[in-house]
């Protein structure tokens, strides 16, 4: 299994400018988080999904959207970029919401934004 | 409002030298605390505790949680230059969302 994979690993973006983070798990888990991490920083969750078709906001979701088609992938969009989204982005998942269920982190896209 | 709170922030320490990292917080019915190590890249999983004063142990690494004074403490024993990273302490609070809200972190480096 690959696990959690993201791309791209890196990104400079001007202000103003759309993108899409991709995030792929191939483990069959239905639970999916992004979050993101400015230095220095824990991780700040900005959205989930419990399932296909189902998302739901985090602590800081505004500047993102995302979207849940199939079980596998889960996409983050940020649209009109600002440089307060410079950050890491992690995308994790877990197999369900159950209490001894951790989560498994990708390896993060860096994203810069100028 | 619910927060994490970890300290210290940062920490030099020569190899062989025992060190703990303290994580405290207010959160309310959380279901699990968990701990995690970062080195450059992503989060890996060291430990989930969801029981005061039961002890887990991997290696030289151990972590326990005490509900009642609301903290956990993770210990590393004999620390060898690849336990420097930031160690990550989560708190699972979502009920059956398993959403976790995380602390700063601990930034531990090991000089040889």
């Known amino acids: 299994n690959a696990g959690v994979t993201q791309t791209p690993k890196f990104r400079i973006l001007k202000i103003g400018q759309s993108m899409t983070l991709q995030c792929t798990q191939d483990?069959?888990?239905?639970?999916m988080y992004w979050y993101r991490q400015d230095p220095g920083m824990g991780l700040k969750l900005i959205y989930y999904?419990?399932?296909?078709?189902?998302?739901d906001k985090g602590e800081v979701p505004n500047g993102y959207n995302v979207s849940r088609s199939t079980t596998e992938d889960f996409p983050l969009r940020l649209e009109l970029a600002a440089p307060s989204q410079t950050s890491v982005y992690f995308c994790?998942?877990?197999?369900?919401?159950?209490?001894?269920?951790?989560?498994?982190f990708g390896p993060g896209t860096r994203l810069t934004v100028l | 409002e619910d927060k994490v709170v970890q300290s210290p922030l940062s920490l030099v320490v020569h190899e062989g030298d025992t060190v703990t990292l303290n994580c405290s917080y207010e959160v309310t019915n959380f279901r699990s605390l968990l701990w995690y190590k970062q080195e450059k890249k992503a989060p890996t999983f060291l430990f989930m505790l969801t029981s005061s004063g039961i002890e887990k142990k991997s290696g030289r690494l151990s972590s326990i949680l005490d509900k009642k004074e609301l903290f956990s403490i993770l210990n590393i024993t004999a620390t060898q230059t690849g336990d420097s990273a930031v160690y990550l302490c989560a708190l699972n609070y979502g009920g059956a969302t398993n959403k976790l809200i995380f602390g700063t972190g601990t930034l531990l480096a090991v000089q040889p």
């Open positions: 994790a998942s877990s197999p369900s919401g159950g209490p001894n269920n951790e989560q498994f």
């Open positions: 483990m069959n888990h239905n639970y």
């Open positions: 999904s419990v399932g296909a078709g189902i998302t």
